[in-house]
C-alpha cells in the first residue's frame, strides 16, 4: 500500500529552511509545561504533529531537526518515531490529504467504487499526488466511523455516507476551491438510523 506516511526513506528533493512560527512557539511553550522538565522528550509527537501542520503537511529532515533540537534529543530517535507512525507524512503531500478507509464495513458499502471516483477526478493512481498538487490519494484501515460507511478523511476532517455520486461532487467542488459540507453527505446526525430524517 503507498502512503506518504509509511515511506522509511528522508525525502531529499526538497528541504528548505525550517524555523517555528510565532505562534507554535507559542504552543510549544505550552506543550512543554506538561512534562517533568528531565522528561520533554516526551513531547516529540505533539511537536512533531506541528512540525507537520506547519510544513505544509510532511515533515522534511530539516523540521524533524528542529524537532530535536527544540527536545534536546537525537534526530535519529526523532526520525524512529516519525518513521514508526503513519501519521507522519515524510514526503510532500497535495493540499487536500484524501485517505479512502477500505476496512471492511465501508469495503461492503461501495468504497472500492470511491477509489475508482477518486483517481478519475483527482487524476492520480492510489498512493500518488496529482499534477496541480491539489490531491494525494491514499487508501487507509479502518478510521473509526463504521456506522456511517462508506467515509473518508480529508486532511482533518471525516466525510460520510459516500456514494459514487456525492463523493464526485465533492472531489469535484474542492478541486475548484469551493466550500464543502463535512460530516455525512446524506445530512444525518451523527449515526441516527437512515429512516429517521
Ligand atoms: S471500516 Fe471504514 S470507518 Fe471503519
Known amino acids: ?39 520533554i522528550q516526551s513531547a516529540v509527537i505533539p511537536l512533531l504533529d506541528l512540525a507537520q501542520r ?16 527544540t527536545l534536546s534529543m537525537s534526530y535519529i530517535r526523532v526520525l524512529e518515531v516519525a518513521t514508526f507512525y503513519s501519521m507522519f507524512n515524510l514526503e510532500p503531500i497535495g493540499k487536500n490529504f484524501v485517505q479512502i478507509c477500505r476496512t471492511t464495513p465501508c469495503w461492503l458499502r ?13 487524476d492520480t493512481e492510489i498512493g500518488g499526488t496529482s499534477e496541480d498538487e491539489k490531491f494525494t490519494v491514499v487508501e487507509v484501515e479502518c478510521l473509526g466511523a463504521c456506522c456511517n460507511a462508506p467515509m473518508i478523511q480529508i ?28 460530516g455525512s453527505q446524506i445530512g444525518r446526525k451523527s449515526s441516527q438510523p437512515e429512516r429517521e430524517f
Open 1 to 39: 500500500m503507498k502512503h506518504p506516511g509509511t515511506n522509511n526513506k528522508v525525502f531529499k528533493k526538497i528541504n528548505n529552511k525550517f524555523e517555528w512560527s510565532k505562534d507554535n512557539f507559542e504552543k510549544i511553550t505550552n506543550i512543554l509545561k506538561k512534562y517533568p522538565s528531565n522528561k
Open 54 to 69: 506547519q510544513n505544509k503537511g510532511w515533515l522534511s529532515k530539516n523540521s524533524m531537526e528542529r524537532v530535536a533540537e
Open 110 to 122: 461501495g468504497s472500492e467504487k470511491l477509489s475508482k471516483v477518486a483517481r478519475e477526478v483527482c
Open 155 to 182: 486532511n482533518d476532517d471525516y466525510y460520510e455516507d459516500l456514494d459514487e455520486k456525492n463523493f464526485r461532487k465533492l472531489l469535484i467542488d474542492l478541486k475548484n476551491n469551493k466550500k464543502v459540507n463535512i
